[in-house]
Nanobody
Framework: QVQLVESGGGLVQAGGSLRLSCAASGRTFSPYDMGWFRQAPGKEREFVAAITRISQSGISTYYAESVKGRFTIFRDIIKNTVYLQMNRLKPEDTAVYYC????????????????WGQGTQVTVSS
């Protein structure tokens, strides 16, 4: 079992930045691929970004088109934490952000993840 706890959400003006953190406990999360998703009111949960576990080929990252160039996902193995740095935020980025862990290759689908955090609210004002 892996427990995930997100933090770092809040209220920010458009154009501002936030860094979300997702701390893992229970088991080391290094064997897992990690993802960030978000869900706005009345909408389905959607993929934001993912980062693979460390392997011989290194680490890979993936982003939704809507956040490419603005968001960066990275992980700290020592701290058992994955981060989402969000820059140039837009009002349409407003949502509850969730981190998740998986061992499956389907990194961009909600159903591909085994463990989820409780979410952190991000609100971007115009």
């Amino acid at each position: 079992q892996v427990q995930l706890v997100e933090s770092g959400g809040g209220l920010v003006q458009a154009g501002g930045s936030l860094r979300l953190s997702c701390a893992a406990s229970g088991r080391t999360f290094s064997p897992y691929d990690m993802g960030w998703f978000r869900q706005a009111p009345g909408k389905e949960r959607e993929f934001v970004a993912a980062i693979t576990r460390i392997s011989q080929s290194g680490i890979s990252t993936y982003y939704a088109e809507s956040v490419k160039g603005r968001f960066t996902i990275f992980r700290d193995i020592i701290k058992n934490t994955v981060y989402l740095q969000m820059n140039r935020l837009k009002p349409e980025d407003t949502a509850v952000y969730y981190c998740a862990a998986t061992n499956s290759p389907h990194l961009e689908t909600v159903d591909g993840y085994d463990y989820w955090g409780q979410g952190t609210q991000v609100t971007v004002s115009s």
